[in-house]
């Protein structure tokens, strides 16, 4: 996503816990003429964020957009899944978005910007074997449509993002606590869901486009979004086809 933000000419402050990845994403930006720089922050933390936000105000002079896509996953049965499980989980993938909107919202709001909000299909529905996984995405879909709704006389454009397995070239990013006790079938992206890989730079395209175009929700496949309509109103159905799904 930086990539194709700066693509368009946007000026980047990339984010990241390791400096060493932050450093090289911003290189290859700055080498392809762009413009980016690399920040080394733990978003669970208030210094971080704010020295975060500082820093790119002060180089840019402004804030347009907001990308939120700090997360991790887990495997896990409900019943191994102990409420410290949930609270760590909560913490990074819930809390912390919370932090840095908060932090970046008054820059957002005097510029009419953006926040992209990235959830999962798990924001959407459940599915067995991935412990607090899909609480915490329920409960980003829940905070962007209520930031969505208290903000949109102010010109705030809040964007909830809710794609399947992304492809990352069979390699993860970090092993997925918990994914020794489940099903091997669950050990997969997504939790096992029978959805093709979907391409991290057409992923990327289409969010740029919904902030140009300003939507509310990105659900990637399409066809998924079938499956939480019927849900809503028939969720004995919708249990079964994510029974035979996943």
Known sequence: MADRFASVGARLAIVGIEPEGVK???????ESGGEAIGLTADITKDEDVQAMIDTTIERFGRLDVLVNNAGRSMRG???DTTPEQFRDLMELNLIALVRVTL???PHLL??????VNMG????????????AYPATKHAVAAYSQQL????KDDGLHVL???????????KRLYRLEGEENVPEQARGPAGGAKLPKINPDQLARSVLQACQNRREELIVPRHTRLLFVLSQIWPRLGDWLVLRNT
């Open 120 to 131: 999962s299909l798990a924001a959407k529905t459940a599915s067995r074997w991935v412990g």
């Open 160 to 170: 909830l993002v809710c794609p399947g397995p992304v492809a990352r070239n069979g």
């Open 110 to 115: 005097k510029q009419r910007g953006h926040i």
């Open 103 to 105: 932090a970046a919202l």
């Open 77 to 79: 049965a409900l019943k």
């Open 148 to 151: 969505r709704l208290e903000h």
């Open 24 to 30: 090289k994403a911003a290189d290859e930006i700055n």
